[in-house]
């Protein structure tokens, strides 16, 4: 009887495609690919591992199970470490399997793909390989060629594949490599690819790290302690209640908000994404540092600036402006003018805020709380005096001369005009950066 184990006593160093990326091959593509090479039966494989590993015989023999978050995966995937020599760790969910439940509706049950993905592994390996990422089904756009990641065949409609090497659909033979539709992503597509992508990439860089359930809590204790310790008051809209600042910022992506639960266990991707959105935050972000990201004023994912029809020859004006704005609400000792005064005082003319909806959420949350903060000085005052300020710094004043004319016309504390004048220093050094460029 011929034997279909290979001669040698480890596996050869077969290594992990795009390792250490946001598009690494799951451990269980590079699985198919080893046997394919050695030429060793599925099912001799899975004993072989079981056997290094000392786990049961015969427990989890789908090849999706080696990309999974269990105690399983973890012994097959060390002792596949042993075999190889390569570091393997990159191309599983180990990383989050205190957090992430894996029989939850986080991970896709079948096959994954992104067609042009599949195409282009043939022509450079003559063998397809599965990407860790197309494992979230929540992941919905390829992050190189664009295309939407397919689970059905274009051809017949079939579902629910196991392999995750696969070219043709098990049922009608039909290539998978054709059908790509490269419709753009809506703006909660692109937040939840952009914190999925943040979770593989820091997950494959380290494999050894994991993202404990404990910091899960402290980011639900510090939202809870930041709710009880705020002193200000808003006028929201009615129709939004006290939740006007979180509505105004996740409106344009049309991300729903979770109630955090306080007693909460493994969760899936939903309940990450839904409480990182209560706080504007990327997922990755309110796991590794959870106090801030529950304290900071709107911290989050920043979208880039959408040009409005029919204005298409002013994109350096727009992206400008947008820097701007980025600028001031990222420096905390600025006193803001209303969004309209910048808009005036920048030269942008047509000012529509559909056009900025991530940067002007986030600045409009900032305004109002500062004008809760600072009753001393009206509204329209602080849009006098940055003006004026803005006036002298461009006739050549220094940033010291026109606080120190501004302390006398304007009746405030001396740090509160330090604000404005902080605030217009800011704008006059965009717009310089920007006309001698």
Request: one cysteine or more.
């Amino acid at each position: 009887m011929t034997s279909h184990m290979p001669n040698w006593t480890e596996l050869p160093p077969l290594k992990l495609i795009d390792a250490g990326t946001s598009g690494t091959e799951s451990l269980s593509s590079y699985c198919l690919r080893l046997t394919r090479l050695c030429e060793i039966p599925w099912s001799a494989f899975i004993a072989l591992l079981d056997a290094a590993s000392g786990s049961d015989s015969g427990t989890y023999k789908d090849c999706s199970r080696l990309s999974g978050t269990g105690p399983v995966v973890l012994r097959r995937a060390r002792a596949l470490e042993r075999l190889t020599g390569q570091p393997l760790l990159g191309g599983t969910l180990l990383g989050i399997g205190e957090i992430v439940s894996g029989r939850s509706g986080t991970l896709c049950k079948g096959a994954s793909w992104c067609p042009r993905c599949l195409a282009d592994s043939v022509q450079e390996d003559d063998f397809p390989y599965s990407r860790l990422i197309w494992r979230f089904a929540a992941y919905s756009h390829c992050a190189t060629h664009g295309a939407r990641i397919e689970n059905t065949c274009p051809h017949c409609g079939s579902s629910g594949f196991r392999g995750v090497n696969v070219l043709a659909c098990p049922v009608c033979r039909g290539s998978l490599t054709v059908g790509a539709c490269f419709d753009p992503p809506s703006r909660a597509e692109k937040w939840t690819n952009h914190c999925v992508e943040e979770l593989i990439q820091w997950i494959a860089d380290d494999p050894t790290r994991v993202l404990e359930r404990s910091r899960l809590f402290a980011f639900i204790q510090a939202v809870e302690d930041v709710g009880r310790a705020k002193t200000q008051r808003y006028l929201p809209l009615k129709a939004h209640g006290d939740d006007f600042v979180r509505y105004m910022a996740w409106r344009d992506a049309n991300v729903p908000t979770l109630r955090l639960r306080p007693n909460i266990g493994r969760v899936d991707l939903g309940d990450l994404l839904r409480a990182a959105a209560s706080q504007c935050v990327s997922v990755l972000d309110m796991l590794l540092r959870p106090v801030e990201s529950a304290s900071a004023l709107l911290p989050g994912v920043h979208y880039s600036v959408d040009i409005p029809l029919g204005r298409e020859n002013l994109p350096n004006a727009w992206m400008a402006f947008s820097k701007t704005i980025e600028a001031l609400i990222s420096d905390t000792s600025c006193l803001l003018p209303s969004m309209q005064e910048l808009a005036r005082t920048c030269g942008i003319r047509g000012y529509d805020r559909r056009c900025f909806p991530g940067q002007v959420a986030r600045y409009s949350a900032q305004l109002r709380m500062q004008r809760t903060l600072y009753r001393d000085v009206p509204p329209h005052r602080v849009n006098a005096a940055f003006h004026q300020s803005l006036r002298q710094l461009r006739e050549g004043l220094t940033p010291q001369r026109v606080a120190e004319a501004l302390q006398r016309s304007l009746p405030a504390r001396s740090t509160t005009t330090g604000q404005i004048v902080r605030a217009a220093y800011i704008v006059y050094q965009s717009t310089l950066l920007v006309s001698t460029a």
